[in-house]
Each structure stands twice: as structure tokens, then as C-alpha cells.
């Protein structure tokens, strides 16, 4: 059985991150408007009247971008045999980063936000770095 690259594992480990924001969320919704009004007419975004889910949601829908470019410059450093500690620390540093950002976005932490968002950037643009410097 073939094992991860660190980097894959980062990556994985962010895109299930990714997949599993949802679930406070619709819980919520659920508690909100019931089985029928969450599952068969879904609201439309800033419909929450929990404040900490609708920025669940955000945080959620901004991970998804994130994720995305993220995982063209993992792979892109897999692809091209660039995959060193450093990329695998970057990785690493971006999950933790989109988790907290996640987390303190949820709790409405602004500055916290922020800064947890810069460090995953930082992050995607060493990625970048490896492939283009």
C-alpha cells in the first residue's frame, strides 16, 4: 500500500476539513426551520438568524476558493518532484491556519480572521514560489 507525501496528507486532511464545515451549519438550519424548510426550500444565504452560522457559512464558502488554489499548487509541486520539507511545512501551516481562521471567523474574532487568512496566503504563495521562483 502506497503511503501520502506529506503534502497529499495536508491536502487531504484540508479538503475533508473542508467537506465537514457544513454540518453545524445545516444542523442549525435544521433547528432553525425544521426538516421539511432546512431539505426542501433551502434559504438563501444571510437568512440564518443565528449570527455564528451564517459566518459558518461564509467562512465555509471562502474556504471552498481557498481550497481550490490550494490544491492546483499541491499538486502542481507533486507533479513537477518539487515536494520537500519546506512544501510539507507549508502545508501543514495552511491546514492549521484555514482551521483557525474557521474558528475565530465563526466566533466573530476579526482580527483573528484576518490573520489566520494571511498565514494560509503565505502559505499558498510559497507553494507558488517553489514552482515559479
Given at each position: 500500500m502506497a503511503t501520502l507525501t506529506p503534502?497529499?496528507?495536508?491536502?487531504?486532511?484540508?479538503?475533508?476539513?473542508t467537506a465537514l464545515?457544513?454540518?453545524?451549519?445545516?444542523?442549525?438550519?435544521?433547528?432553525?426551520?425544521?426538516l421539511e424548510g432546512a431539505v426542501l426550500n433551502p434559504a438563501p444565504p444571510g437568512s440564518a438568524k443565528a449570527?455564528?452560522?451564517?459566518r459558518l457559512r461564509?467562512?465555509?464558502?471562502?474556504?471552498?476558493?481557498?481550497?481550490?488554489?490550494?490544491?492546483?499548487?499541491?499538486?502542481?509541486?507533486?507533479?513537477?518532484?518539487?515536494?520537500s520539507p519546506g512544501t510539507a511545512l507549508a502545508c501543514q501551516v495552511f491546514f492549521w491556519a484555514r482551521l483557525v481562521h474557521a474558528a475565530v471567523y465563526t466566533l466573530g474574532v476579526p482580527a483573528g480572521r484576518t490573520l489566520a487568512f494571511a498565514v494560509g496566503f503565505?502559505?499558498?504563495?510559497?507553494?507558488?514560489?517553489t514552482l515559479l521562483g
Amino acid at each position: 500500500m502506497a503511503t501520502l507525501t506529506p503534502d497529499l496528507f495536508w491536502l487531504a486532511a484540508t479538503a475533508t476539513l473542508t467537506a465537514l464545515m457544513w454540518l453545524p451549519y445545516i444542523l442549525n438550519r435544521l433547528m432553525e426551520l425544521g426538516l421539511e424548510g432546512a431539505v426542501l426550500n433551502p434559504a438563501p444565504p444571510g437568512s440564518a438568524k443565528a449570527a455564528w452560522a451564517e459566518r459558518l457559512r461564509a467562512a465555509h464558502a471562502n474556504m471552498a476558493v481557498a481550497l481550490a488554489i490550494f490544491a492546483a499548487l499541491v499538486l502542481s509541486v507533486q507533479a513537477a518532484g518539487l515536494a520537500s520539507p519546506g512544501t510539507a511545512l507549508a502545508c501543514q501551516v495552511f491546514f492549521w491556519a484555514r482551521l483557525v481562521h474557521a474558528a475565530v471567523y465563526t466566533l466573530g474574532v476579526p482580527a483573528g480572521r484576518t490573520l489566520a487568512f494571511a498565514v494560509g496566503f503565505i502559505c499558498q504563495m510559497a507553494l507558488a514560489w517553489t514552482l515559479l521562483g
